[in-house]
């Protein structure tokens, strides 16, 4: 079956850097776009940064600057470099895959994988 998978999250001072990885498994065909969602305590759930099969990114104005997205397309992972992180990029960080097709004709529109925790404090 079709996983998302992150890594890299944790605990890091303001200033400071993370880099968060997602990888995609399970018999994939192809993925339209990816990205990265944040979703503070008591707060929706909030575009990140997406990167399309062409490369062509999109950010938040919240990160521009500051977060980078890139993607490996034959391995199905998305990457997101975070710089200069501050108390405010605290949250879920969630990796979503649009337009995934898989094994024997398999789709989904939206996919999720179960987040990891980035915490900016001092």
């Known amino acids: 079956q079709v996983q998302l998978m992150e890594s890299g999250g944790g605990l890091v001072q303001p200033g400071g850097s993370l880099r968060l990885s997602c990888a995609a498994s399970?018999?994939?065909?192809?993925?339209?776009?990816m990205g990265w969602y944040r979703q503070a305590p008591g707060k929706q759930r909030d575009m990140v940064a997406t990167?399309?099969?062409?490369?062509?990114?999109n950010y938040a104005d919240s990160v521009k600057g500051r977060f980078t997205i890139s993607r490996d397309n034959a391995k199905n992972l998305v990457y997101l470099q975070m710089n200069s992180l501050k108390p405010e990029d605290t949250g879920v960080y969630y990796c979503?895959?649009?337009?995934?097709?898989?094994?024997?004709?398999?789709?989904?529109?939206?996919?999720w994988g179960q987040g990891t925790q980035v915490t900016v404090s001092s």
């Open positions: 979503n895959a649009e337009g995934l097709r898989y094994y024997r004709g398999g789709y989904y529109h939206s996919f």
């Open positions: 990167i399309t099969s062409g490369n062509t990114t």
């Open positions: 399970g018999t994939i065909f192809s993925i339209n776009a």
